[in-house]
């Protein structure tokens, strides 16, 4: 059995883990990283060999070629000699990813969806510019600045190319509106769009569970935890609920900040190891947490990756939360964000990280080989882990112990201590098919704008407990369905009719009750009433409590 202390010395380096790097090019990456002068010259080799290559492709090849392209696809293919997580991103994917981080982007401030071809505004963002001018959820977006949104050409990106630019500049956009027969002409200038990652924060019926749902860790979210913190605090909360489900990741500090507002002392929550001993860092507990003492428990799946790892594993090696749901991905790689001179980025992976306990959560891969990497969540399926404990596959040589002695894995993800099965009942080719054109939320949405006033006569937790979806709402929705060219199933409808009505009552409530921004508590009251996670975790807030005791 493989065991490792947890490291709690004072004479460690307290820096962040992913460190923002900017380089001009060439000849300053190998110097960087590589820092032996026989490396400089193999990389100087190498990189010649390139140049000339391309070069001789512009100058002599038969036909014309976009030599930017090329290489474009050279530097993608290269890298998948590496490991899965190592990426070139063009200046354009770049900047579009960034902003989704960081606080913010410049746009006009809508969340939308593409239904039947059409864009179609489901909110505008609380405070943005598109609210401030007037336009509404269900607006349709036909044009801006000339640009068609309809037709079978609109895909996500050319709606960020149309509707995203530099603040203060003016987006002309011709609207749909129901109701009206002509389009509405409609002048926004584009502002700073904040970017939210607190999805929810509220107090479960029961009157001292909190709830708070973190769907990534971008620039503002220890912010916006503590907000939502200290608000379910006032409120009376005596045990939490975290859910990290779906959390890919993000910035590792603020989840490590995260971490320390539940673990008491100065122990170390992450360290890196790398080739390069400046990559190798340790972060440390260190501040008085908000939420030190109180049962704790972390909710996790298989879409729960990087620093929502990190999160929940330091929180199970110290036994202070009970992990709840499913094992997570498994990525336990360290990227640092290299911008080149275009404005591209390289994410090259610099080192691997380790939770307290020592284990690494990075399950294995084979350079080269992505496809294998990614489809290993197949894999899963395959083997029955979603659906049965027994079936999870730890290493036993990678037994680690938490602070408390309880035996936990390394090598390939956080493995819960409550394990929750994934629920299939539900699912069918017709409800995906409604799914596809966005049927369900376009009714939503609809009814929601008709009935705002009538529904908001009412708080939203009467809404929750009384509001049901009639057989009527239901027609509606097949019969919007078959406009589609959807054919009706019966037996596939009763399969998936318990599901289509709890998220179109969320879906209704979200579009009612506007949450303070960023927030969609009131579609979470509607959908977590039932939802096995949820079940799971209250029924052993118990075993929670009792940890580190």
Known sequence: MEQKKINNSKFAIRLPIII??????????????FGSKS???DVIKSSSKIKEILTYIDRSYVDEVDTDSLAEYGIVKMLEKLDPHTAYLPA?????????LQNGFDGIGVEFNIYNDTVYVVTP???GPSETVGIQSGD?????????????KVNTRLIFNTLRGQRGTRVDMKIKRKGYADLLDYSVLRDKIPTYSVDASYILPDKQTGYLKITRFSETTYDEFKQGLEELKAEGMKRLILDLRGNPGGYLERAVAIADEFIPGNDVLV?????????DRKLFAGRKGAFEKGALVVLIDEGSASASEIVSGALQDYDRALIVGRRTFGKGLVQAPIALSDGSELRLTISRYYIPSGRSIQKPYSAGHLEDYYGELNERGEHGEFFSEDSIKNDPKNKYQTKGGRTVYGGGGITPDVFVS????????YLMELYSKNVIREFATTYANENADKLRKQSVDQFVSSFTVTEAMLKKIKDNGTSLGIKYNADDFEKSKAFIKSQTKALIARGVWKDRQG?????????NADDEFILAALSHFKDADRLGK
């Not at 349709?140 to 309809?150: E, F, H, W, Y």
């Not at 190891?273 to 400046?278: H, L, N």
């Open 92 to 100: 354009e994917e770049a900047e579009i990813s960034t902003a989704e």
């Open 125 to 127: 963002l609380s405070g």
């Open 422 to 429: 994934r629920d299939t009942s539900h699912i069918s080719r």
């Open 39 to 41: 490396n400089i010259n």
């Open 271 to 279: 360290y890196t190891d790398g080739k390069d001993d400046r990559n």
């Open 20 to 33: 923002a790097i900017t380089l001009a090019a060439g000849i300053q990456i190998g110097a960087k990283f």
């Open 140 to 152: 349709a977006i036909i044009s801006a600045n000339g640009v068609n949104l309809t037709g079978e």
């Open 519 to 527: 927030l969609s508590n009131s579609f979470y009251k509607v959908v």
